[in-house]
C-alpha cells in the first residue's frame, strides 16, 4: 500500500538518487548521465566504434561544451554523446582546471552567472550552482533548441539522471576510461537500440 505523502499532486513519487546530506554544490568531481526519455536513440551512431554526432546531436554537443560559460568555477571533463545518452565529468571548485570565465547573463541557461543578483527573477534557479541546476539547465536548452529545429519528432531527457561522487583519482582515472571506452562497448550496453 502507498502511503499518503508517497504522492505529489495524486502522483506517484519517484524516491531521489541523490546522496542524502551530500552538498551537489561543494567542490569535487562529478560523474553523470543522463538518458534519452524511453532511451530512443536521437544524438547519432556508432560506426566502427566510434559515435558519429548527427544535428541533434551536435546541440547536445555545443551546450554541454558551453556549461562553463555559464556557471562560475565549473569545467567539463572527458565526455561522451551516445545515440541514447550522454556522459560527463562535471568538476566544481578547486577540482576546476580551467580559469573562472566572465558572468555572463543569460535567460537559455534558467540560471545567472552573476554573482551580484541579490534578488533572483522567476527565471533563475535558487540552487544555482547545484549539480541538479547544472544538469537541469543543460536538459532544458538541449530541448529547447532541438524541438525548434525539427519538424514531427519531439525531443525529450528522462525525468531524472545518474550521478556519482568521484572520491579519487584513481576512481577518476577509471571513469575517464570508461567514457573513452563507451562506444566500442555500445552494442553491450543496457540500453543499446539498433
Known sequence: MIEPESKFREKYRVPSNR????????EGVYFITICTKNCENYFGEIVEGKMVLNEIGKVADRFLREIPDHFQNVSI???VI???????????GLWCSVEIRPSVETRQCLVSTSGSNPKPSRF????KWTISAIVGS????????????QENVFFAWQ???????????????????YIVDNPLQWEYDEDYRE
Open 82 to 92: 551516445m545515440p541514447n545518452h550522454v556522459h560527463i565529468v562535471i568538476m566544481i
Open 19 to 26: 546522496l542524502k546530506g551530500y552538498d551537489y554544490s561543494s
Open 77 to 79: 571533463g572527458e565526455y
Open 159 to 177: 525525468p531524472n539522471y545518474h550521478d556519482h561522487i568521484i572520491r579519487d583519482e584513481d576512481e577518476l582515472n577509471r571513469i575517464r576510461q
Open 138 to 149: 543543460y536538459k532544458s536548452i538541449c530541448t529547447k533548441t532541438i524541438n525548434t529545429m
Open 124 to 127: 533563475q534557479n535558487q540552487w
